[in-house]
């Protein structure tokens, strides 16, 4: 059963989709059970350039892609920039090859208790 929030991608044609709401079964592309990303943190992982870094100033939040820009890449690059709280995510940003891999959020309510995450079209879904 699939969860709000959740990434899935079709192993053969590439498609990817985001739960946005629970209705139940199991996400099927080209006849096959999409494959869930699941959530990699620098603690699973160890130091890496995948791991979102935030940069938090008052209500704007700058979201950089590990502590060594990520490529960006027609092959390799960071396909999303979300950011997260409660389990909600409250703003995003989709971005392609050639742009820098960070995304700007301003005018949040409050920035307490919010984490970043990000998808890198290679090495999958990475969570701060």
């Excluded at 995948?50 to 990520?70: F, L």
């Excluded at 979300?82 to 989709?94: G, P, T, V, W």
Aim: net charge negative; with cysteine; charged share 30%.
């Amino acid at each position: 059963m699939t969860k709000i929030n959740e990434i899935y991608k079709c192993k053969v044609c590439g498609n990817v989709v985001e739960v946005i709401e629970i209705g139940g079964g199991i996400l099927v592309c080209c006849g096959e059970n999409m494959q869930l990303f699941e959530e990699q943190t620098i603690e699973k992982e160890g130091k890496e350039k995948h791991v979102p870094v935030m940069e938090i100033n008052e209500n704007k939040v700058k979201v950089k892609v590990g502590s060594t820009e990520h490529p960006m890449e027609s092959g390799h690059y960071i396909e999303l920039i979300e950011i997260l709280k409660d389990n909600k995510i409250i703003a995003s940003k989709r971005l392609l090859p050639g742009e820098k891999p960070e995304a700007d959020f301003c005018c949040l309510e409050t920035t307490e208790g919010i984490t970043a995450r990000e998808l890198c079209n290679v090495h999958g879904l990475w969570i701060s």
